[in-house]
T-cell receptor
Framework: AQSVAQPEDQVNVAEGNPLTVKCTYS??????LFWYVQYPNRGLQFLLK??????LVKGSYGFEAEFNKSQTSFHLKKPSALVSDSALYFC?????????????FGKGTRLSVIA | EPEVTQTPSHQVTQMGQEVILRCVPI?????FYWYRQILGQKVEFLVS????????KSEIFDDQFSVERPDGSNFTLKIRSTKLEDSAMYFC????????????FGPGTRLTVT
């Protein structure tokens, strides 16, 4: 069975500093990995995904994530945090072997960027 | 930019009542999903739908739940007899091709069962 772990409930970072939100996964075979962001009272917004190819993927709003197969990780990063990045971030994995499988989400990490 | 829409944004109902949550997926998408998020918990999969039938469902999606695509645009989730534990935010999502494609989520319907 697929699973995703986000080991940190909360990440605090000062504005302008780099940020990392951690994610590890468990899935058989090569995973499809996603990051979503949720702002208060809003739905989930897609940030980026890893399907295949370059291990470093770039997404919306300056975010990027690095796929590390040996460590089964897919950490979300941004070189310089903004106060507006404060939100709830979800990592998700999907079974690549079936055409319509659901996303399996981690429990989420709340990012707080302090001015 | 096209987006998934959901109505109502908030639904309050009494235990035992039926509710229908509505979604309009992105128009050219083929795959549709319902997820829910109980307050403070993670997002959980309920059901996926493709080619006018359920593709996959979770253990949460019991006989009290049903989905329908009554016309070419709407996608509905019905809960026949609501329970207190059905209180959650319900998200509809859609995607184009399936597995490698990202799913686009609607803003959600907050269901409160009293």
């Amino acid at each position: 069975a697929q699973s995703v772990a986000q080991p940190e409930d909360q990440v605090n970072v000062a504005e302008g500093n780099p940020l990392t939100v951690k994610c590890t996964y468990s899935v058989s075979g090569n995973p499809y990995l996603f990051w979503y962001v949720q702002y208060p009272n809003r739905g989930l917004q897609f940030l980026l995904k890893y399907i295949t190819g370059d291990n470093l993927v770039k997404g919306s709003y300056g975010f990027e994530a690095e796929f590390n197969k040996s460590q089964t990780s897919f950490h979300l990063k941004k070189p310089s945090a903004l106060v507006s990045d404060s939100a709830l971030y979800f990592c998700a994995v999907r079974d690549p072997h079936s055409g319509n499988t659901p996303l399996v989400f981690g429990k989420g990490t709340r990012l707080s960027v302090i001015a | 930019e096209p987006e998934v829409t959901q109505t109502p944004s908030h639904q309050v109902t009494q235990m035992g009542q039926e509710v229908i949550l509505r979604c309009v997926p992105i128009s050219n998408h083929l795959y549709f999903y319902w997820y829910r998020q109980i307050l403070g918990q993670k997002v959980e999969f309920l059901v996926s739908f493709y080619n006018n039938e359920i593709s996959e469902k979770s253990e949460i999606f019991d006989d009290q739940f049903s989905v329908e695509r009554p016309d070419g645009s709407n996608f509905t989730l019905k809960i026949r007899s609501t329970k207190l534990e059905d209180s959650a935010m319900y998200f509809c999502a859609s995607s184009d091709y399936g597995t490698s494609d990202e799913q686009y989520f609607g803003p959600g319907t907050r269901l409160t069962v009293t």
